[in-house]
């Protein structure tokens, strides 16, 4: 599942670009969804916190994001970074009380806000010593409402005006004029469509878990914790406990049980398996396998050579492939997920020796020998050893195939 939104650039007078307002999309069509604004609201906040990095949509630069009354009432500015985003009270929302003192805690908590396609009226004055930015509907005020509100917002310098929906050269030079600051609208852009893919309940878990797992030391109880907040999880991880895999002969019947018979390693291992089992649920079988082979064939050059931590090459294989599973690049991948720094470095910079590790394992991958011997040589390797590491790697991944096969 994707997680569809659109950005349209924000310009300031010199017509740099000052910031963004992010637009909730449900698919391709760039086009606002039939749905109503408290829905489209939560969706995006949601967007920001599971599917995709703020940094990913606007970098460096503000994003203006659209609140109701209820989305507002609810706290949810408060799940957003104040240094990233401009609160932006929606057009709807009219003027009162609560929403009065919602704008004054937001101010107060550094949020910047603004007040979308404005319409003056005089109780808006109660607003002005929170508001920053004043949004207005360049193609539906005229010159005279635009004086009016003006004069109204003199005494707070504070206040600077956008203007929307500006469409022709003598639109912007106009608004340029009348004094405005910031200018949006397909003059500039129109909105660019973004995407990124979502992550379900499940995945979430396991991202949180393949951070804690990821810590020097583990905290079991808080591990054990995450497991059972999803029952799928648990579920799956008995089940892998009592695999054929490990040919025990006890049963397995608690979460914690589970987790200390498998061992640090090993639940690491199964982690990050499920991971990349359950975002890859719409890629071809053969790229989880692939996947698995790699983390395998990986670790056992880790073992060959003592110079890396197993569970690292492991971790390092399986990830190599992320950018194929989630149909994005690996730099934005590696950003959304805490990885060690020499794990990013070699799958974004293919620097250090789990890069070189990489590297031989795409040489296997496509037959290139030579330049497999070559690398197998720079790694100090005992050139008899790999291949039976990689046949192993092979089997071992058909083994893993057939087990997730039977927790699906």
Not at 158 to 170: D, G, P, R, Y
Not at 186 to 214: D, H, R, V
Not at 297 to 305: I, Y
Request: one cysteine or more; a negative charge.
């Amino acid at each position: 599942m994707f997680f569809y939104a659109a950005r349209q650039p924000i310009l300031d007078r010199n017509k740099a670009l000052f910031g963004y307002e992010l637009l909730f999309r449900d698919g391709v069509d760039n086009a606002f969804p039939d749905i109503d604004g408290d829905e489209a609201t939560s969706k995006m906040i949601e967007g920001s916190q599971f599917a995709f990095g703020l940094d990913d949509f606007l970098g460096d630069k503000p994003g203006f994001i659209n609140f109701t009354l209820e989305t507002l009432l609810k706290k949810y500015p408060s799940m957003l970074p104040k240094e990233q985003v401009v609160i932006e009270v929606l057009e709807t929302v009219q003027p009162g009380k609560r929403l009065l003192a919602e704008c004054q805690q937001l101010k107060e908590q550094g949020y910047v806000l603004a007040l979308d396609d404005y319409e003056h009226k005089h109780v808006w004055r109660h607003f002005y010593p929170y508001i920053d930015i004043i949004k207005i509907d360049f193609r539906s005020t005229n010159s005279e409402q635009i004086e009016e509100i003006k004069t109204a917002i003199a005494d707070f310098p504070n206040i600077k005006l956008l203007a929307e929906k500006v469409e022709t050269i003598e639109e912007f030079q106009q608004a340029m004029d009348q004094g405005f600051a910031y200018f949006q609208g397909y003059f500039f852009s129109k909105p660019e469509m973004m995407q990124a893919k979502a992550l379900s309940p499940s995945q979430l878990a396991l991202a949180e878990l393949l951070y804690e797992t990821s810590k020097a030391d583990m905290d079991l109880v808080q591990i054990a914790e995450v497991f059972k907040r999803d029952v799928t999880l648990s579920y799956k991880l008995l089940r892998y406990s009592n695999s054929a895999i490990f040919r025990r002969r006890t049963e397995i019947d608690t979460i914690k049980h589970a987790i200390v018979v498998l061992g640090q390693a090993e639940l690491k291992k199964f982690l990050s398996l499920l991971f990349t089992a359950q975002i890859s649920t719409d890629k071809p079988a053969e790229l989880m396998r692939m996947a698995m082979t790699r983390a395998n064939f990986a670790e056992g050059l880790a073992a060959l050579s003592g110079t890396v931590p197993l569970e690292k090459a492991f971790l390092t294989g399986m990830m190599s492939l992320m950018d194929a599973i989630l149909d994005e690049s690996i730099e934005s991948v590696m950003e959304k997920l805490p990885l060690s720094a020499d794990i990013k470095d070699a799958l974004v910079n293919k620097e250090g020796v789990l890069a070189d590790y990489i590297r031989l394992i795409e040489y296997y991958e496509t037959a290139h020998w030579t330049e497999a011997t070559s690398t197998i040589k720079h790694l100090n390797l005992p050139v008899e050893k790999v291949p039976d590491a990689y046949h192993q790697a092979v089997q071992w991944a058909n083994e893993q195939m057939k087990a997730l096969g039977e927790l699906a």
